[in-house]
């Protein structure tokens, strides 16, 4: 048998296909195989995450097996002896950052010959990667996807144990599952998964094909993780899913984002955040529910991607830029506090100028609080990255620094405001930069550096705004008034 027969490669073609099926909820679907229980046993993993909140998620689950299995974790690459790289696809320069760490971490094998180099994520489910993960990177002995974290134990028994070369990537989705292990990386702010997957199929986007179709997790097993997460002391969770404006829709049990946002409120953990969500099925029911609970974070993320709707049409967006202001006047009405951010995709194939400039104009008309913009990439086995380009990489990257640097005077204009106001402030710890200087978000999400006396991570306490710049706001504690 050949090598390669052996492996359980990703297909993206298989990854395309969405069929009515439902996925099956599983409560008891994890164990540990009796042979790996000791697997970890003085050794130590060292694991680094790229990429969105998902995977950071992932890397939680991922933590918490290799924790099961008896593992320490070290921040240290020398002295591990499994190294794993959680990536991500989403533009080629995030792929190319993890080849770039493959090649320089290979060196790390001379002085420990049984270190163990592996692969997952989102780049472990595309089909050209593995194939030159495989060519030109031997060192790597593990490659596992997004869809069989729950295999972990018997990989690694295989890849360790019987020191085979081991890569099982699934193309389909497989089951919600629901008793894996999860360490979480902070102490006050957790990561709650509400759905997976994504079925929108943006023209340009290689998600649908990485993390498969939508799948809902029960409202039942959501609201006791938050409850357990309030019992352990957390103060925050934030919602996840590509799209959680969809969560529900495959449950087909009339219960959406704003009946399972109102139920979480009523938890009464301190902060309650969602991300992501698209602005195609954002409803007004929704945005009452954000404004009735107080526990509700007034900071959307809202993601327009261009201000043209040509492009946004070609984009396979499904919502047109007067659709997109209706949402976001909307909000604004009723939560006249709310915080926005949105991502932009500038450069899409075959855009011009003037389109460029309505996305400009969409940026003057939202004044959004942060932008994360981004020249397009194109992603192989997507319809884009099939389209016809004439828009040089030269023009791309000018129209990048024009809109950064129309996002970024908004952005310091939106902080501006908050001088001499007072905030409420969840305490993440001392700043990075001044030991004698706390550091925490508001409600709103803005970073705020600020002194104070007996504070501890993870308190909520009250800060008024001294200084205001561009990406954090300064400030001194005060008094509960
Ligand atoms: N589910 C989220 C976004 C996930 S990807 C949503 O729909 O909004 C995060 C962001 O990366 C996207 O919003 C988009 O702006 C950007 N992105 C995705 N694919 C890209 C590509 N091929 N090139 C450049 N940016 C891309
Ligand atoms: Fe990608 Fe669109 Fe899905 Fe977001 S909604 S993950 S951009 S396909
Ligand atoms: Fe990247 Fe996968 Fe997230 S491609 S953005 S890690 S879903």
Request: with cysteine; hydrophobic share 35%.
């Amino acid at each position: 048998m050949k090598e390669t027969e052996k492996y359980v490669l990703p297909s993206l073609k298989a990854a395309q296909i969405r069929t009515r099926e439902k996925a099956t909820i599983e409560h008891s679907l994890f164990s540990i195989p009796a042979q790996a229980r000791h697997l970890g046993a003085g050794r130590k993993f060292y694991l680094r995450t790229y990429g969105c909140q998902a995977n950071e998620r992932d890397s939680e689950t991922i933590a918490g097996i290799l924790f099961a299995l008896g593992f320490e974790q070290t921040n240290y690459e020398e002295e591990a002896d499994l190294i794993l790289l959680n990536t991500c696809a989403v533009r080629k320069n995030a792929e190319d950052k993890v080849l770039g760490e493959l090649g320089l971490l290979k060196k790390l094998r001379q002085s420990n010959p049984d270190l163990l180099f592996g692969i997952c994520g989102c780049m472990a489910q595309e089909e050209e990667i593995v194939r030159t993960i495989l060519k030109k990177y031997p060192h790597v002995d593990l490659i596992f996807g997004t869809h069989n974290l729950h295999r972990l134990p018997v990989l690694l028994f295989q890849a360790m144990v019987a020191k085979e070369k081991t890569v099982e990537v699934y193309s389909k989705e497989g089951e919600v599952i629901e008793n894996l292990p999860v360490h979480r990386f902070g102490k006050h702010k957790a990561w709650v998964n509400i759905m997976y997957g994504c079925d929108k199929f943006c023209t340009y986007c290689i998600v649908p094909y990485t993390r498969g179709k939508e799948r809902s997790r029960l409202p039942e097993d959501i609201l006791s993780e938050v409850l357990q997460l309030k019992q352990q002391g957390f103060r925050e969770v934030t919602l996840l899913g590509q799209n959680v404006n969809a969560y529900g829709k495959d449950l087909d049990q009339n219960y959406g984002l704003p009946e399972l946002l109102a139920a979480v409120a009523q938890t009464g953990i301190d902060r309650i955040r969602f991300t992501t969500s698209h602005p195609w099925d954002f409803t007004d029911n929704l945005v009452e529910v954000i404004a009735r609970y107080p526990n509700i974070m007034p900071f959307i993320h809202l993601p327009v991607q261009s201000g043209n709707n040509e492009i946004l049409k070609i984009m396979g967006r499904r919502y047109t830029v007067e659709q997109y202001k209706h949402v976001y006047d909307l909000i604004r009405a009723q939560l006249p506090n709310c915080a926005f951010s949105t991502d932009i995709i500038v450069g899409f194939p075959n855009e011009t100028e003037e389109q460029f400039q309505d996305t400009l104009d969409l940026v003057d008309y939202c004044q959004f609080d942060n932008v994360y913009s981004f020249i397009y990439s194109p992603r192989e086995g997507t319809p884009a990255a099939r389209m016809e380009d004439n828009v040089p990489q030269a023009i791309k990257e000018e129209r990048l620094q024009r809109l950064m640097k129309k996002t970024n005077a908004y952005s310091l204009l939106n902080n501006q405001k908050y001088l001499g106001k007072i905030v409420r402030v969840l305490v993440d710890g001392p700043s990075k930069k001044n030991e004698q200087v706390f550091s925490g978000y508001t409600e709103e999400n803005k970073l705020v550096n600020f002194t104070g006396e007996n504070v501890h991570p993870g308190d909520i306490v009250t800060v008024e705004i001294t200084q205001c710049k561009s990406w954090t706001l300064d400030g001194k504690m005060v008094k509960e008034a």
